[in-house]
Structure formats: structure tokens, C-alpha cells
């Protein structure tokens, strides 16, 4: 079979999916269930089989297929695997069949209608990380809006009205600013081709287009902005919290594993190589932003009572990470960014979904009304426990490894302009690296209150809550099994994604200024005169 045919299996599967949905009964609850985990389970399964064949010694797009679709506007459908998006492609195939396995016993209500949503956002997600056209980048990208506003807006919690519009109108406004400046950039990239050329929205042919300083500025704070909403960054975090606190455990499980990563991905595909004088300039403020997300979201995560904004906190600060990872533009730390993704994905899943299946038995979120957890459920204590060591960054966890990678490549990048007397950048790193200490202060501080202690949730001291029953070890015992493997075993996955974090660095590294900038293509006013 055609290896470009099993990247395309891959992305319209969910859709498949989706279809095959309304040829069941709305009330037929467990053969739609079936049906999702299935589905799931094959997508999965092709996704490993492409990482497997994925060649390290090979640059570029592999199982690429690029077919016109609107050829007088320059829109190609155009997806491809390379090794900044093969991690997180395999991510979010392997979190398919754990998202929907979760599920089961938590949605009783609008069974098919919620599954519908599960396989429409894992469509878009997929096809957010495999587009190379700009074009279908954004559409995949304005989609997962969809389904992410239905799970919260008709399976959220109490205040979800308020939680599902708070989180539209953030991402909205950044996503209406990257609109504006991917027409800005298509047009410039028409008028710079020269009279009479054809518009073009492939990312590779954007990536050659000579812009003024003045247009980068414009066009990174755009597409900066809609990013680091999705990421997010503090101090655009503020959605982050309701969204996750009002979300049903799905919905905050694709969020943490998944979407979130679509911000961290969009700079390091788009914002960074698109725009690299103007990143030079904005990177003392990513990475003071980005120490201030590692930092503040600890100590916010210090603070709560409430489980699942810890997590939240958690993952603000753990993210912030990544993003400091990304601007060292050091080799190693761009590795450890990618690592680091896709490291918080599987740990960051796994604790809102042990946080979800104790929420499920006690129906409290408050940390005060547990304790005693480890004696009446020591299963499900043990899984928390590891993955609160791996949210820690304990050595043989994969969250040790994305970290370390990441403070090595900061330190070291932040080491050679200290040398040349710009010490900002070490003073960031050291700051960063006291987030690893927060991190287990706060990680552990919660593990007390949470497992250890007199019984305070309510049915424990009767007897009346249940550890976890097979299914849910098994979620637990795979994402367990992929946070290890990737603590033990990083060097394979390092090796497929060594090339793309070279030509990122190298595409960072190199101006996109026009030879004379008074002839530049991408002014305010040359763009609007460009001819369409």
C-alpha cells in the first residue's frame, strides 16, 4: 500500500468514524462506545506503524501528499510527517483509544452527539499538525474551536456557559489577528514573486518571503498572539483555569494532552522560522514570559484547593518549559522542547484522568475533603504517584528527560552570551531551573494531602468508593508504560527529530530582510496595492 495513502488513512479515519456514527441508534449507548474505541484503536495503530517507518537519515516531508484544491487562490491540500510533527502525531493517536476508554462510565447523556465531538476534534487535531499549506493550517485550526465549545458548553460543569465563552472569545480574537496576517503574508509573497505570479500558501515558499523588519514585527505579534493564547503563556493564561475546572474529564484530557501543544507547534512550525528578525527581538520577552509561566504557575499551583486548577497551574508551568526550550535556539534544547510536549501530553493527561475517576466516586473537587486515599485505594495511589514523580521530572521518566534537555540547551545557549556580556538569558535559565524545585514542592505537597492522612472523601470511611477496576488500569498501565519508555529510551525518538531541529534552528538563524528595504513587498502599503 501507498505509504502517502496511510498518512491520509490516519487523518480522515475520525471522520470515518464520525459518519459511521449515525448509522447507529442514538440509544445503542455501548455499541457506539465500541464502535469510538475501535476506530481509535486503528488509528492508533497506523500511527505507530508511520513512526516506525519514519527514516531519521531523510530531510523534508515523508508520506507527503500535496493535490490542488483551489488552484486560482494558490491552496494546495497539502499534509506530510516530518520531525517536528511526527511526535505529536504519534501523541494523539496514542491518547485517541485512552480518551474515549476514559469516557465510558463518566457520558451518560447525548452518548452519540459527545463521540461525534470526540472524533471531529481528533480530525482537526491530526490535521492541524500534518497541514504544510496555510490555507488548510488554518482551517484545521479554527475547527477544533467546534467541538471543544459543545464538550464544555453541553458536558461541563455548572459555570460552563461562562467557562465556554471566556475560552471562544480568547482564542477567537487571536485567531481573527492570524487571519488578518496570513492574508498580509500571502500577498506579500504574491507581490514579491512578481507580476502576474499566483498567490501561494505553502509553508515553504512563505519561509523564502524577504520582509521588512517593521512587517515581521506585525506579522509575529499576529500569529505570536493567536499562539501564545493556545499555549498558553501567562499572562494569557486566565482562560486556562475555568476551562479545565468546567470541562468534562474528556475535554480536559484532549485539552491538556493535545490542544494545547497547537500553540507550543505553531511557533515552532510557523511564528520562529516565519519571521526570524523579528523573533531576535521579541526572544528576551518569550523567554521572560516564558521564566514567569514556569515560575508564577508553580506558585499558583501552591495555592489551590481545588484539584483540578492544580493541574491546570501545573501545566501552565510546565509548558512555560517548552517555550524556553524553543527560543535557546540550541540543538539540544529544541530536542528537549519536543520532547517536552509531547512528555507533558501523557503526564498531564494521566493526571486529570485519575483526577476525573476519583471526582467520578466522590463528586468533590475540593483537596480538603480527601485524605487517606493510599490505605482505601492503593491501586489507583500507586498510579498517582507515579505520575506525580514524572510531572516531578524524576530520572527514568519522561518528564526528567524533556526538562533536563531543556535547562541543558537554555544554559548552555544562555552561557555563550554571557561571554559576550549579555547575562539576561543565564539569570532566565536560573530561574527556570528553580521551577524544577517548585515543581516538587508543590507535586508532593498535594500527594500529601491528597493519598496520606486521616479518610476525609466521603463513602471512604464506609467502604462504599472502589479502586480501579481493569479498565482503568489498563489506561493507566499505557500511558504509564509510554512515560517511562520515553524516560528510558529517548534516543530513538531524538534521532527522528535531530533534522527538523537543525533546519528550524538554521531557518531562525537566517534574516529574511530584503536586500533594499525601501523595495520591500511587505509594507503596510505596498500589501494593501498588492495585486490579487
Not at 128 to 146: K, N, P
Not at 310 to 330: A, D, E, K, P, R
Request: hydrophobic letters at 60%; one cysteine or more.
Amino acid at each position: 500500500m501507498d505509504e502517502a495513502l496511510m498518512l491520509q488513512l490516519v487523518l480522515w479515519l475520525p471522520l470515518a468514524g464520525l459518519f459511521a456514527l449515525l448509522l447507529v441508534p442514538a440509544g445503542a449507548g455501548d455499541a457506539i462506545r465500541r464502535l469510538s474505541l475501535w476506530t481509535m484503536l486503528v488509528q492508533a495503530a497506523l500511527c505507530v506503524w508511520l513512526y516506525l517507518r519514519f527514516d531519521p537519515a531523510v530531510a523534508g516531508l515523508q508520506f507527503a501528499t500535496r493535490m490542488p484544491w483551489i488552484e486560482d487562490w494558490g491552496v494546495f491540500f497539502s499534509i506530510g510527517l516530518d520531525g517536528t510533527n511526527l511526535l505529536l502525531v504519534l501523541l494523539t493517536g496514542f491518547l485517541g483509544p485512552i480518551v474515549v476508554a476514559g469516557s465510558f462510565s463518566a457520558i451518560t447523556k447525548d452518548v452519540k452527539l459527545f463521540y461525534a465531538m470526540v472524533f471531529l476534534i481528533q480530525f482537526a487535531m491530526i490535521g492541524t499538525f500534518l497541514a504544510q499549506d496555510l490555507f488548510v493550517f488554518y482551517l484545521f485550526w479554527e475547527t477544533m474551536l467546534i467541538p471543544m465549545f459543545l464538550m464544555i458548553g453541553i458536558w461541563g460543569g455548572e459555570r460552563r456557559i461562562y467557562a465556554t465563552l471566556k475560552f471562544v472569545l480568547y482564542t477567537a480574537f487571536g485567531s481573527i489577528l492570524m487571519l488578518a496576517a496570513v492574508i498580509w503574508l500571502v500577498l506579500a509573497a504574491q507581490q514579491a514573486a512578481g507580476p502576474g505570479a499566483a498567490p501561494s500558501f505553502a509553508f515553504e515558499d512563505l519561509v523564502k518571503v524577504p520582509l521588512t523588519r517593521e512587517a515581521q514585527t506585525w506579522l509575529f505579534a499576529a500569529f505570536g498572539l493567536s499562539f501564545a493564547i493556545k499555549v498558553p503563556i501567562f499572562p494569557l493564561h486566565t482562560w486556562l483555569p475555568d476551562a479545565h475546572v468546567e470541562a468534562p474529564t474528556t475535554g480536559s484530557v484532549i485539552l491538556a494532552g493535545v490542544l494545547l501543544k497547537m500553540g507550543t507547534y505553531g511557533f515552532i512550525k510557523l511564528g520562529f522560522p516565519l519571521f526570524p528578525d523579528a523573533t531576535a527581538t521579541f526572544t528576551p520577552l518569550i523567554m521572560l514570559l516564558a521564566v514567569a509561566s514556569i515560575v508564577i504557575g508553580a506558585g499558583l499551583a501552591l495555592v489551590q484547593d481545588d484539584i483540578k486548577k492544580f493541574i491546570t497551574y501545573s501545566s501552565i508551568s510546565h509548558l512555560g518549559y517548552v517555550m524556553l526550550g524553543l527560543v535557546s535556539l540550541n540543538l539540544i534544547g529544541i530536542q528537549g522542547a519536543i520532547v517536552q510536549m509531547v512528555s507533558h501530553g501523557l503526564v498531564a493527561a494521566g493526571l486529570f484522568l485519575v483526577i476525573g475517576m476519583i471526582y467520578e466516586r466522590c463528586h468533590t473537587r475540593e483537596l480538603a475533603a480527601y485524605g487517606g486515599l493510599a490505605q482505601a485505594l492503593p491501586a489507583y495511589s500507586v498510579a498517582f504517584m507515579l505520575l506525580t514523580l514524572a510531572s516531578i521530572g524524576l530520572p527514568t521518566t519522561s518528564g526528567f528527560t524533556g526538562e533536563f534537555l531543556v535547562l541543558l540547551g537554555a544554559f548552555n545557549a544562555a552561557w555563550a552570551r554571557h561571554l559576550s556580556g549579555d547575562s539576561f538569558a543565564l539569570v532566565a535559565a536560573v530561574l527556570a531551573a528553580s521551577g524544577v524545585i517548585l515543581g516538587a514542592l508543590y507535586m508532593l505537597r498535594f500527594a500529601a494531602r491528597f493519598l496520606f492522612g486521616p479518610t476525609r472523601a466521603p463513602g471512604l470511611e464506609q467502604g462504599h468508593v472502589h479502586d480501579l477496576v481493569p479498565r482503568e488500569k489498563a489506561i493507566l498501565a499505557a500511558l504509564l508504560a509510554a512515560i517511562f519508555w520515553l524516560g528510558l529510551f529517548p534516543d530513538e525518538p531524538m534521532r527522528k527529530t535531530e533534522l527538523a531541529a537543525r533546519q528550524y534552528q538554521q531557518l531562525v538563524a537566517t534574516s529574511r530582510l530584503p536586500a533594499a528595504t525601501a523595495a520591500a513587498p511587505a509594507t503596510l502599503a505596498t500589501v494593501a496595492g498588492a495585486p490579487r
